[in-house]
């Protein structure tokens, strides 16, 4: 029988398809090959990213087993939730924050203490510097230690406008939670961090930063400032 030892294993084992319409379609006579990225672990190509990140920090020392990982984005749902699994398979205490939905919240942890860690989870609304300031006070009173690894990886998108229909509060929302969060997070952590050097700070953009999708100018512009 074949199986993983861990979820973690999976990462990156995706298959290739041959797109044969496609490139008959489009006069193309090479083989053209899609890699199917939605069968990583979380449905995402973002889960070699989770991978990589804490591979190279062990590897530069900056992370050793027992440290304590900050995810501060919707750690609940979607690319957030699978970066704090897949952390914790890792051997690694990790706390998060949520915005809503503290169910699914407390269902994390128990995955995280599932595979012997730590897991803490804290309501942050992390565009807003006071929520960002107590929620890193409420961390180091729960790791009882300072911290070695800060991801920023919030986001949010908004409806589909251009200039002219967009509004100013979708701009504005979009701008705190996509970058402001990041600088918020950098500026308070940072002083925890160095106090327990090596440490390190993973901030997630997304392809939008570099190829701007229509209709989408305010996480164009906000993932390019990441």
Known sequence: MNYAESVVDLVGNTPLVKLGTVAREAGVRATVLAK????????????????????????????????????PTSGNTGIGRHLVTALAGAGYDVAF?????????????????????????????????????????????WAGAAPHLLVNNAGVGG?????????????????????????????????????????SIVNISSLAGLVAAPGLGAYNATKAGV
């Open 36 to 71: 199917v990225e939605y069968f990583n672990p979380g449905g995402s190509v973002k889960d070699r990213i989770a991978l990589k990140m804490i591979e190279a920090a062990e590897a530069s020392g900056e992370l050793k087993p027992g440290g304590t990982i900050i995810e």
């Open 97 to 141: 924050s949520w915005i809503d939905r503290p169910e699914m919240a407390e269902s994390l942890i128990t995955e995280v203490e599932a595979v012997g860690r730590r897991g803490f989870g804290h309501r942050c609304d992390v565009g807003r510097e006071a929520d960002v300031v107590t929620f890193y006070h409420a961390v180091l009173e």
């Open 159 to 199: 409806p589909l406008a251009f200039a002219e229909d967009d509004t100013v509060e979708n701009w504005q929302r979009q701008f705190e939670i996509n970058l402001r969060s990041v600088m918020l997070g950098c500026k308070h952590a940072m002083p925890h961090l160095r106090a327990a050097a090596p440490a």
